[in-house]
């Protein structure tokens, strides 16, 4: 993923695409950040003022220029995004059924993006489970 | 579940009656909740106080009528809900051995609800493994 | 594990070589701790500086003492360790490519703990996924 800036970035149809590909019917899917300063959240995906409260949130509790960081030499955003991390998720599981990820209506997955200045973001995401069988 | 407002509802037994019914021996629970304004926690299940008092520091680090918030339309509570998900977990991995959860001695599951007039929540609970041989 | 006071505690390595004895080559491994005052978080392995303003940043947010607490009797740093636990995780489910973790190049698994004296600290891991094959 390439993000821009801070932000949620949906990647819900992504990765019901790799489990439409893996054939699995009944399973798990589990999604996972390979970075320490960006992270993963299921929120919902109907009123986008959610996720700009979400980040203003995040943004007033884990406030840049903090006089409390040691580990300021990456830029004013690195430490705010590892704690950010922290308290979100690197890792999420989502059950498989019928096909698909059993999300509710409203939710969506997110990468959630710490950074201001992001370089490249890899999400790794891994379906186990029983396929679908087709008959001859 | 039908959570009858902002609580922690264990659901640690119907958890580990769904692990007996599988039949699975060695192998892996996730708990996931499809919703947005609730979430799941694995917390002590000794003392209610630590449940009383989890609940009175989420309250207080994310207050209702935040002037921070736009999405208000859905109520007060709606927007410190979905915060609050965000900072918990949406989804549980529970190894299981010997055909049950390996829980530690004081840790119970829960629904934690967000919300003052909740709906009914679903949580999904998928469980893979390897299953108990039975004899002939 | 045997934490010695507050602090994360690296077991990268162990988890690793749980993978390794596995055999999986491509799966999923789930890492897991039994307990509700200690907590695993995946965090920036290079500088040291970034897990101590982690931990000075939970230690702000969730300081001993707080007058909120009913639980108070198992000394003034369980209740806030059962908070922080909330806060971060209890289980991470980490990919299996390779035959090895696909953890990124800065993130190592940490057992976040809590406590000024903590017992023995008990972290469950479970591989699954399709073994190495082997020729003849």
Known sequence: MRPDGPG????TREAQAVVARSGVAVGLATCFVRHTSASLVIQENADPDVQTDLM???RRLVPEGDPLY????????????????????VSLGIPVGEGQLVLGTWQGIYLFEHRRRPSGREVVIHVTGEEIEHGD
């Open 8 to 11: 949620l970035y949906d990647f």
């Open 70 to 89: 040691r580990h300021t030499d990456e830029g004013p955003d690195d430490m705010p995004a590892h704690v950010k991390a922290a308290l979100t998720s």
């Open 56 to 58: 203003a949130f995040f």
